[in-house]
């Protein structure tokens, strides 16, 4: 098993461009999650979803976009990037208060 | 959301135990206490969780006070790896379950 794989590692965006990061796990777990971490911070919670079809807004939503078309796939959309939005993402997928998986991240600076 | 408390940062000797705290006053009858860890520059890993027994894996155990308002995750015998955050965090048992990162616990390990 491949767990949760994260493409691609590193990114550089220009402020205004749109790019999608991609989050696909094998373990075949309904729940999926995007988070972003900034230098020395936490993580906070961009979006979730409990399975195809079905996604919920986390703490800090403004500025993406997320779908669910199949257990597979977690796709987290950024349309007109930010500085802001300079962040590690960290994508994740469990069954439901069971133990979560976590991918290795993407690392993405918008300037 | 049920909220945790936690040291900011705490130290320990090489090989000695560690202790590290949580406190949940706010804790609901039906929430999980779940702990995870982010060692430098990767993804959070899960370290173990329970509901009101103590529980024992390989990577460590946890301690829930009867109350359930605090608990303590235990590992045993630190190593240098064991150096990172360490996040107590409750899961909702309600269907809509997700997984909400705080400020955590900055754990230093001297040799």
């Known amino acids: 098993n491949a767990g949760v794989t994260q493409t691609p590692k590193f990114r550089i965006l220009k402020i205004g461009q749109s790019m999608t990061l991609q989050c696909t796990q094998d373990m075949n777990h309904n729940y999926m999650y995007w988070y972003r971490q900034d230098p020395g911070m936490g993580l906070k919670l961009i979006y979730y979803?409990?399975?195809?079809?079905?996604?919920d807004k986390g703490e800090v939503p403004n500025g993406y976009n997320v779908s669910r078309s199949t257990t597979e796939d977690f796709p987290l959309r950024l349309e007109l990037a930010a500085p802001s939005q300079t962040s590690v993402y960290f994508c994740?997928?469990?069954?439901?208060?069971?133990?979560?998986?976590f991918g290795q991240g993407t690392r993405l600076t918008v300037v | 959301d049920a909220k945790t408390t936690q040291p900011n940062s705490m130290e320990s000797n090489e090989e000695e135990p560690v202790h590290l705290p949580c406190n949940h006053s706010t804790i609901s009858g039906t929430d999980y206490i779940h702990w995870y860890r982010q060692l430098p520059s990767q993804g959070p890993e899960y370290v173990i969780h329970?509901?009101?027994s103590n529980v024992n894996n390989r990577m460590a155990s946890l301690a829930i006070a009867e109350d359930r308002k605090s608990s303590t995750l235990i590992l045993h015998r630190a190593t240098l790896r064991d150096a990172a955050v360490y996040y107590c965090i409750l899961r909702l048992s309600n269907r809509d379950d997700k997984i909400i990162f705080g400020k955590g616990t900055r754990l230093h390990i001297l040799p």
């Open positions: 329970g509901l009101t």
């Open positions: 994740a997928c469990d069954r439901g208060n069971t133990e979560a998986f």
């Open positions: 979803s409990v399975g195809a079809g079905i996604t």
